[in-house]
């Protein structure tokens, strides 16, 4: 073949190639035209003549309405919107802008690549983010490691972080502002030690909430002078205990007891010998405790050692008949809770209400079907021969239709003119109760 045919061939395949580029991007243009033609013809006309007016202001505008709507970035959701230069030109525009941000450990490199082919290398404003988990996790299969060391220098200001996966690798302690964590999987020893000696100096909450969270914390106290929650397994505060609580400005610690009621017991009795004086409320999920709730509690010997209770949640406690001061509960000072106790009979609650005297400013019943009317009248006799006319006693109820239905019956009649000594009110809120134990604590510089 001569080269002038060549040459001819060459130029009719270019021509042919620029041609169907050409014919490719009017499609697409077509397409986009045609959306807009959908999008005009759902506005009025005055609408559509206000647009054509200020059309100018139009990219300002959009980047205003997605900075209101779209705060946080979820790039699975988002693509399933957008795709190409679409999603590009939306991140392009927003980078600066999302507070929150949720990625998915089986793509994190994945959704790491797009913000890098979007020319961001920074969201400066993010300061929650989580990483999800797919679900689909086996003990052969883990989400891949290495695209977390990406996320401190993205997200360097930092200060809430939840991973649903698990971790193997050091990063977390990266992070300069971390004050909140939260870890639903398993966290291998050595990430572990660099998020406790020290790499994570800001922490404030600290939540293991996993399966596999058995971790050993000594050193917490390196990372963790300024920690002020703590949730962890029984076994997890049996390991380093005297540690934990000599944390500074710890004032919450919950605690989520295993099959092994002893050890369960074992530890809260650590907190209540330990730092019983700076205990101000307790929560406990009795049915945690698979034994007589006497037996349980009444190792704490709780009147002992809290001399500054103010408040009592019980839930799911079955009484059995007992004598309540068996419990060997302190005076509570504030407000107690019975939620779900099915079997609570008056007299129980009475003696309770009787052996914290005029201290007891609010008393919530949730679900506590045995309970009858003549609990308002013995209630109001003792709170009346107490003189607490200045306090009230208030009791709130929830789904205790006995009392309520008594209660309002008499209100105008007799109840109306009580209520400096008895206040009974329906719950406006829904309580949700603490599903393991919770130590609340006072400041320590408070109590010295």
Same mark, same amino acid.
């Given at each position: ?5 060549k ?20 499609? %697409? #243009?077509?397409?986009?035209? +045609? %959306?807009?033609? &959908? ?13 054509e =007016?200020? /059309? ?12 209101t ?7 699975r &959701?988002?693509?399933? #919107? ?15 802008d999302?507070?929150?941000? /949720? ?16 020319g ?5 404003g ?5 990483? +999800? ?8 299969? /883990?989400?891949p $490691?290495?695209?977390l ?16 996966s ?35 100096r800001?922490? #404030? ?10 971790? $050993? ?42 099959? &092994?009621i ?13 730092? @019983? ?5 307790? =929560? ?5 405790l ?10 704490? &010997? ?5 001399h500054? !209770?103010? @408040? ?13 001061r068996?419990l060997?509960l ?7 809770? !019975? ?8 007299y ?7 052996s ?8 919530i019943?949730?679900?506590?079907? *045995? ?15 107490e ?17 309520w239905? /008594?209660?309002?019956?008499?209100f ?6 009580? $209520?400096?000594?008895? %206040?009974?009110?329906?719950?406006? %809120? ?9 130590? *609340?604590?006072? =400041? ?5």
């Amino acid at each position: 073949m001569s080269q002038a045919k060549k040459n001819d061939k060459q130029l009719k395949a270019s021509i042919s190639k620029r041609n169907s580029h050409s014919a490719a991007k009017m499609r %697409r #243009k077509a397409e986009d035209l +045609s %959306r807009i033609r &959908n999008v005009l013809s759902k506005l009025s006309i005055r609408d559509q003549l206000r647009l054509e =007016q200020n /059309y100018r202001d139009i990219p300002k505008t959009c980047t205003s309405v997605w900075r209101t709507h779209e705060k946080h970035l979820d790039l699975r &959701n988002i693509e399933s #919107k957008l795709s190409g230069n679409s999603l590009r030109t939306f991140l392009k525009a927003m980078w600066r802008d999302f507070h929150h941000v /949720y990625f998915h450990s089986d793509r994190l490199q994945e959704e790491l690549n797009i913000l890098e082919s979007a020319g961001i290398d920074s969201l400066p404003g993010v300061q929650y983010a989580e990483i +999800s988990c797919n679900g689909e996790q086996t003990k052969k299969y /883990y989400p891949p $490691q290495w695209p977390l060391h990406a996320l401190p220098k993205l997200l360097r200001g930092l200060r809430r972080l939840k991973i649903h996966s698990p971790v193997h690798v050091c990063f977390i302690e990266q992070f300069p502002k971390l004050e909140y964590l939260t870890l639903y999987d398993e966290v291998n020893t050595i990430a572990m030690r660099a998020i406790l000696d020290g790499g994570s100096r800001r922490l #404030k909450h600290l939540h293991f909430l996993g399966k596999h969270t058995s971790h $050993q914390l000594q050193g917490v106290s390196k990372c963790g002078s300024g920690l002020k929650d703590l949730v962890i397994t029984v076994e997890t505060f049996l390991s380093s205990w005297e540690e934990i609580l000599l944390l500074p400005e710890l004032l919450v610690l919950e605690l989520r007891p295993n099959e &092994n009621i002893a050890r369960t017991i074992e530890a809260l009795s650590h907190v209540v010998r330990t730092s @019983g004086q700076q205990i101000k409320s307790l =929560q406990i999920n009795c049915q945690l405790l698979d034994s007589p709730l006497s037996n349980c509690l009444g190792q704490l &010997n709780l009147s002992k050692h809290c001399h500054h !209770f103010g @408040g009592l949640v019980l839930t799911q406690c079955r009484f059995d008949g007992m004598d309540i001061r068996a419990l060997q509960l302190p005076p509570v000072h504030g407000y107690a809770v !019975f939620c779900q106790c099915s079997d609570l009979k008056n007299y129980q609650l009475i003696d309770f209400i009787k052996s914290s005297c005029a201290k007891l400013r609010e008393v919530i019943l949730i679900k506590c079907p *045995l309970l009858t009317q003549g609990l308002i009248d013995e209630i109001y006799k003792i709170r009346s021969s107490e003189h607490a006319t200045t306090s009230p006693l208030i009791i709130k109820l929830d789904n205790c239709p006995n009392l309520w239905t /008594y209660y309002e019956a008499n209100f105008i009649d007799f109840w109306h003119r009580k $209520q400096n000594v008895l %206040r009974v009110e329906k719950m406006q %809120r829904s309580f949700c109760p603490n599903e393991n134990v919770q130590f *609340l604590f006072r =400041q320590r510089k408070k109590m010295q």
